[in-house]
């Protein structure tokens, strides 16, 4: 865009082709140049976000769960302790045997201080002195006072170092732990050795639900402080830790996060550190998130990041819970400088602003000299353009010695060369137009009269599909006179016999009847009607009881009158649809009768439907009548009567689930180009009016969805076609 842009301003300014290769030039490679850069610096700064992200996420987890591991040894040992003593495996009572036992934890450094006392007064001290040796302190009952002992290297008392009043009933951690009835930490707080101290203390509880005592241990929040000293964050980030309210528990730097006077110890809130930002952070985070104390996320165990500016320089942050279920409830907040960071980035930002510039001279100077070389071939080239476009089509320019110039003055040539020819081409193509319009006119042509058959073809299928409710109409129609007439023929013929006989009888007695009578009996030739009346009601009986079979064949071809499924007899369907058709297997003048084969297997009742079923027998005889018939029109009478035509139906049962029905003629049968196709829809060989070409198409789909079973055509050209129907006993559900 910015090529046709100056291209369009050359054209009507006038503007030197030098500067229209070079401006372009120059501008191609600083917005390249520049992207580049900016890519690099904003890419640089997504490494930077993630790797402080990740770097941040990692500390944290490593902080949280160091921590969580120093909280949970007194909890562990507590748990061990209480769980030894309800259990009856200590024995309170025996201090000797709980110091010794206390010591042996103290010595493995698992704990520094361990403490157990009871309801009676008794109690056992043991604890890790920051001078390095461990000293026990026991009291009971007998003792008003708590005596305590130097241990040695196998935790036995050595010297006596001092003897003071203590009750451990009145001290705040038994109370705590008697009070909450279950473990609880205390607030931080100034310890017998002056050190700020943590305890852990959990009541005792026998068999039977009774206090046996209370077990305390202590944990310095010194460990924490010294283990965020050990945490290298970045270069100059830092590390602390924060309770819910906001007061600092431990830090990374040097100052102390709390205050003690008079043994009263004192948290300082991370606002007031001594540390710009720590203060800054603490700040930040509580305007950002809010009180901790009511931040859902932070309290929904949700790690929080967020970025804060301090006296111009971005420190990234990330705040974490910490708790367990025994009242720990704090928070580690962990500060990476950006500063640690940037300094390579701001580097690169100065090396690609050089190389902006330096990319600006050189595409300057390369642009001049570059723009006088072609200039002077592209204006002979731009001359012949405009001859070509004023229609002067025999145009050549010379070659050149630059190699693109050379390039595109030979494609010049060879496009004038095209041209010419593509000119001469057009009149031949139009041409070829015109006979292809022609020819996808009479497609179309071709096209609306296969449409035209097609509707004819649906037409004579929705004629066909009203045939089975018309011929149960006749069926029913013609059955009640038709048994009305049967009905009395029986008591025509009784009466008429016993009309017969009276005359008989009169004729007997009277021998002489008067002239009337013997010229009545003269007139209606009395002999003949006596003959001839018996053998016409029997003839009459015949007729109906033919009547009535035809008209039951077409009751049981319809089904109309049934279930839409039931259990029928296959082969009385298939006599019901040969008694339809009966007319066309006798003899006509030009052919003998057709013969047909019936071998019937022992079917058993089949589930299905009667009246589908029942269509596609007439389908299928139908066709093979029709193929019989058109064999015959190529075939002499004697010809016929030498080979006379045949249809066979048989049946048989397979593997006692599935019953088959083959319908079979000795026709011309069917070439595999028909063969392929018998079964779609529309597709038939006779002329409009005798076929729609849906007649196989219902019956395979009756067959193979209606009934889940097969239909098969078998062919040989010359030898005749069978059609094999395999349908289950049973219709699946």
Known sequence: MLLKAVSRYSVTKQVPLRLILVVPFVLQIFVAVGLTGYLGIRNGQKSINNVVSQLRSETSNRINQQILFYLEKPYLINQTIAAGISEGQIDIKDIEALEHFSWRLVDKNTVDFLQTGTPQGTSVLVERLEEGFIVARAGNTDLPNRQSHRLDSQGKRAELLETKKFDPRTRPWYEAAVEAGEPIWSKMYVGASGKATLSLSQPIYGKTGNLLGVQHSNFRPSRIHDFLKSVKVGQTGQTFIVDRS??????????????????????????????????????????????????????????????????????????????????????????????????????????????????????????????????????????????????????????????????????????????RESFTK??????????????????????????????????????????????????????????????????????????????????AEFPNSTPEIQNKIDEIDLEFVNEDSLKLLASMKLGTERIREIVHSLRNFSRLDEAQVKEVDIHEGIESTIMILQHRLKAKVNSPTTALIRAYGDLPLVECHPGQLNQVFMNILVNAIDALEEGNAKRTYQEIKDNPNQITIRTAVIDAEWVEIAIADNGSGMPEEIHQYIFDPFFTTKPIGKGTGMGMSISYQIITEKHGGKLSCFSTPGKGCEFVIQIPVRLKE
């Open 246 to 419: 906001g007061h600092l528990i431990a830090s990374s730097l040097i100052e102390k996060p709390y205050t003690i006077q008079d043994k009263e110890l004192e948290q300082i809130p991370a606002t007031d550190s001594e540390n710009p930002v720590t203060r800054a952070v603490a700040k930040a985070v509580l305007e950002r998130l809010g009180d901790v104390s009511s931040n859902s996320d932070v309290s929904n165990n949700q790690s929080q990041q967020l970025d804060v500016v301090v006296d111009g320089d971005r420190h990234f942050v990330q705040v974490s819970p910490i708790y367990d279920e025994q009242g720990i409830d704090w928070f580690s907040v962990v500060v990476v400088p950006e500063a640690d960071f940037t300094a390579e980035i701001d580097a690169n930002t100065r090396t690609t602003i050089l190389l902006c510039l330096a990319a600006l001279v050189i595409a300057s100077v390369l642009g001049i000299y570059t723009a006088q070389w072609i200039a002077q071939p592209l204006k002979r080239l731009s001359q012949s353009s405009e001859a070509v476009a004023d229609g002067t089509l025999d145009q050549n320019v010379e070659l050149s010695n630059v190699r693109e110039l050379n390039v595109l003055a030979c494609s010049f040539n060879r496009m004038t060369q095209q041209l």
């Open 426 to 507: 057009l009149a031949q193509t139009n041409e070829q137009l015109e006979e292809r319009v022609e020819e996808r006119t009479a497609d179309l042509k071709d096209t609306l009269q296969e449409l035209q058959r097609t509707q004819n073809q649906m037409i004579q299928a929705e004629k066909m599909s009203s045939l089975g409710q018309l011929v149960a109409g006749v069926a029913h129609e013609i059955n009640n006179p038709v048994n009305f007439i049967h009905g009395n023929v029986v008591h025509v013929s009784e009466y008429t016999q016993n009309l017969l006989a009276l005359v008989h009888l009169y004729q």
